[in-house]
DNA sequence: ACCTGAACACCGTTCAAGT
DNA sequence: ACCTGAACACCGTTCAAGT
């Protein structure tokens, strides 16, 4: 591999530090999924002892709160370079859909996000800004507020799939059995040929499944705020 | 503990199966959390070795499986004893809020459900009685399956709340220099008190915030289904 | 057939010791 | 100050051995 790094006497390296402790972890979970980030792993692929992370994170908790942070502020760099002339959907929409675009490059970061307690500052801040948004498009913050929890996970650009209903049901490894026992699944998907491969089983949506479930809400919020 | 089990002559015991197997370990996480359900720890508690449990589950991953499975059954269990006469939207509503109920029970299942890659039979036929109540109620199969994307985790009754807005910037703990750097969300939570000691930071929505949000997609759903 | 003890390959983390 | 090796208390799981 080749690498654009100044050359280092022989026995020299570079220092750990947080950042780079915390960028280790999330090329890993890139590249070998969430899982994989452990601390003896983290140290390893930085030429370093698991102990020596603890020098700059807490413990291992501590960096996974590190990574998410850096996920959301990975967000936020990109939506805040966007336009926020005009009404407030589109505006919303845009934003909500490339905060999309990044996590589909951190796949594993919505699932971690889920399980993180401490709040990441990036990711009160990309709400405060969502909040402003709301707020200047007409919405009384009670409004705002409800806003934020029927969004949900929606608003960082994904939502948590329990399975995809065509997986299961689909051309081949369905049991007859089951097959029969599933008579609205069946019909509803020998209806909706659901052969996209984009499509995933996992928390994944379609991107088109995603817009509509997305415009679904925007589209009601909008009546709720102007009263129907 | 006083127990309705039949006396056992000394040195008899129950013996395992899958059954006492999952119940043991839903009963762990009720009480203690999902991290708390090991191998050694369901032994120990059917006063059994871990490794006996292999012969009851294939691994702890089969394991984790029967056990979203069950709570599934509990779900259906539930579900299934409502009324279905009526228009699609109430029945659905009241069905949904029905499943939500169950989970309030076992608040470690929707996050457990996330990390499943097989899928559960029960969650697989709840969702075909949802699809039958919604193609009955006038949806063309296509807008079914937009439905359940649009639903995702709602369908079964929670939703997966990244943070309440409202835990960051309540007022006690919020540091000055975050405080102003959130005026948003400061302005919101200044005009929505939101002290209503429901309000959890997990992903346990308060009721009335999952109902807002259920409504606003029902609702979004039905102008659907009619043509606007 | 069902259950068990010892063992293996992993974890996160502590601690005393090195430079 | 930063980093390390050995050790500890956990995991899930395998395997040969018991009844």
Known sequence: MVTAEPALTPGQRLPLSRERVLRTA??????????AVTMRRVGDELGAEAMSLYHHVANKNDLLDGVVDLVAQEINDVVDGLDTSGPWQPVVRARILAARQVLLRHRWAPGLLATRSALSPHVVLYHDRLVGLLHGGGFSYDLVHHALHAL?????????????????????????ELAAAVPSLVAMLSEVAHDDPG????????????????DLLLDGLDRRRTGS
């Open 26 to 35: 999330v090329a890993i979970a890139d590249e070998h999924g969430i899982e």
């Open 152 to 176: 949900g996970s929606r608003a960082l650009g994904f939502s948590q799939e329990l399975f995809d209903p065509g997986a299961g049901a689909s051309a081949g490894p369905l049991p007859a």
């Open 199 to 214: 499509a995933t089983l996992g928390w994944c949506d379609d991107q088109t499944e995603f817009e509509f479930g997305l």
